[in-house]
């Protein structure tokens, strides 16, 4: 992986709206869905979405600046965010690979109790919970043997599923399945992937609480997304079919006669798809706000709307 600064092409002084500004370029550049008889590209985004994830976020940029994290975000050395296991004999602090960040701007204490919003909590999902019961038995268990690390996923994965490997301490791996419409916030439990209990006794439980990554295209307001479209001056004022991106891939959409800038069409059910445990639950919607593209150096234009001032005036 390639340092996150050139990747994006920004230098080491770039500001938080420099960086936003070349990942979003990178991103619909390389994004899958206007790629797609391109392998490489989804390398790419993939690229700049993690050089993102560390620049974009003011707390990871320091560590790396500071030589803490490498480029792909894992740490260099002890101090690293993304796990925290207390106790005596424990891990320290170690941390993900594949792009997995701890909470921002926060320090662990090895030894203070890191899992009291976890301790006796019941699972968010069955199985894995979903479906990875890695060691459902009967144990005795202490809270300190838990391991807890966020967990970043697009937007694309959370309205179609999908899957991600993760490599725990002492170079574990696992795949762990990520649910059509997960929440932000939810934990996904790893029964008996934790710290190894001693004396036989059974491992602790690794979680994983659900991150959205930043989207090039969208912004999240609960189930609904958000989309800033561009649209040509002549498609606004005479009306015309334009292209809306959603997760699951491009549509149609009608823009009627003499559109303002700013109005906001409501695509219903274009958002996120309910989760599970939403039985019923409508998707999110798409809200669609119209930004309009004036043409530059039309004459014709020009002196048309010239000669109409001066006749209104």
Do not use: W
């Amino acid at each position: 992986m390639r340092n996150p600064y050139e990747v994006l092409g920004v230098p080491k002084s770039a500001s938080e709206d420099e960086i936003k500004k070349a990942f979003r370029k990178l991103a619909k550049r390389y994004h899958p869905d206007r790629n797609k008889s391109d392998p490489s590209a989804k390398e790419k985004f993939a690229e700049a979405t993690n050089a993102n994830d560390i620049l974009g976020d003011a707390a990871k940029r320091a560590q790396f600046d500071r030589g803490e994290i490498d480029n792909e975000g894992k740490p260099r050395a002890a101090g690293f965010e993304g796990f925290s296991a207390g106790g005596p004999g424990g891990f320290g602090q170690q941390g993900f690979s594949a792009g997995f960040g701890g909470p921002r701007g926060r320090q662990h204490d090895i030894f203070s109790e890191i899992f009291k919003g976890f301790a006796g909590r019941s699972p968010d999902f069955a199985g894995q919970e979903f479906g990875a019961e890695m060691g459902g038995r009967g144990r005795e268990q202490a809270p300190n043997l838990d391991i807890e690390a966020d967990l970043s996923v697009t937007l694309e994965d959370v309205a179609n599923g999908g899957s991600r490997r993760v490599v725990l301490p002492g170079g574990r791996e696992l795949e762990v399945t990520i649910p059509v419409g997960v929440k932000e916030g939810k934990v996904i439990r790893l029964r008996g992937q934790g710290r190894p209990g001693p004396g036989g006794r059974g491992a602790g439980d690794t979680l994983l609480k659900i991150r959205y990554a930043a989207h090039p295209l969208f912004k999240v307001e609960g189930r609904d997304l958000v989309h800033r479209l561009d649209v040509p001056l002549a498609d606004a004022y005479l009306g015309g079919t334009v292209r809306v991106p959603t997760l699951t891939g491009a549509i149609e959409m009608t823009i009627p006669k003499q559109t303002d800038g700013g109005r906001t069409f409501r695509l219903r059910g274009k958002g996120l798809p309910a989760s599970q445990g939403e039985t019923g639950q409508p998707a999110g919607d798409l809200l669609v706000t119209v930004n309009i593209i004036l043409p530059r150096g039309d004459a014709d234009l020009e002196a048309m709307l010239k000669k109409r001032r001066d006749f209104t005036v």
